[in-house]
């Protein structure tokens, strides 16, 4: 069997699952991106006068049991 790298940074009908079952998969930026895909949008709607751009942003609790618990 022939090694595989599957690089996965966006969309995919993919399962982790899928991909798992192929012996490798990577995400490369793709949290990174999303992190600022959120960010920009956030700052887009700022710069609108507009908070809307922060619905669905994590809880203070909820990364403060991340970061503490490792998650």
């Known amino acids: 069997m022939k090694a595989v ?3 996965i940074g966006g ?7 899928d991909v798992a079952a192929l ?3 990577s995400v490369g930026g ?3 991106r999303a992190a600022w895909g959120g960010f920009l949008r956030a700052a887009e709607g700022l710069a609108q006068g507009r ?3 922060f619905e669905g ?7 403060n049991l991340v970061f503490s618990e490792g998650v």
Request: hydrophobic share 55%; glycine share 20%.
């Open 11 to 17: 969309v995919s009908d993919f399962t982790l699952s």
């Open 51 to 53: 908070f809307d751009g």
């Open 57 to 63: 942003a994590a809880a203070g609790g909820e990364l």
């Open 5 to 7: 790298n599957l690089l």
């Open 30 to 32: 793709g949290l990174a």
């Open 23 to 25: 012996g490798a998969w």
